[in-house]
């Protein structure tokens, strides 16, 4: 389980909300493969695309230390994990998402909502996607980080609290 945020490309007089369930939509009914046979389409990015990532990437690492990169069918993923927390960005391109684990609270869930918030933003900057996040009800472009850490830390305090 992790706090997600959500990128997409903002459609035409729709919301970035609006935006990601047309998205979402779209995406159940072109992923009818899972119920069959056969194996997920791979994401292949355009030159365009890769070069937006390749600045994501650089970015990323500048602005938040060292990060690991992997490809996989559903496109590239980049992960940080070092003395301020753990996060992951998966990117296809037309959409992203950034995801952290729930084992952040206090001054954790803060150093790591930031860390999540600026890499969000230098995504929006660099790829034109606009992104949201659910469980802070914002988005991340104008969003605040203190409000995201706070739901991050609160349900991380109460998983650690109940379920172990």
Do not use: C, H
Request: charged share 25%; hydrophobic share 40%.
């Amino acid at each position: 389980m992790t706090y997600d945020i959500y990128f997409v490309r903002r459609r035409p007089g729709r919301t970035v909300v609006e935006s990601i369930e047309d998205a979402n939509k779209e995406m159940e009914s072109a992923d009818a493969w899972w119920m069959g046979d056969g194996d997920p389409e791979p994401v292949i990015l355009t030159q365009q695309q890769r070069a937006v990532w390749d600045r994501i990437v650089l970015r990323a690492a500048e602005e938040l230390g060292p990060v690991e990169v992997e490809e996989f069918l559903p496109g590239p993923m980049l992960s940080r994990n070092g003395p301020r927390g753990r996060l992951r960005l998966e990117y296809a391109g037309e959409n992203a998402s950034i995801a952290i684990p729930y084992w952040y609270w206090g001054e954790e869930a803060i150093s790591v909502a930031e860390d999540a918030y600026r890499l969000a933003r230098l995504l929006e900057e660099e790829s034109g996607l606009a992104g949201y996040d659910p469980q802070a009800d914002q988005d991340t472009m104008t969003g605040d980080a203190g409000k995201a850490a706070a739901q991050l830390a609160g349900i991380a305090q109460w998983a650690q609290e109940n379920l172990t």
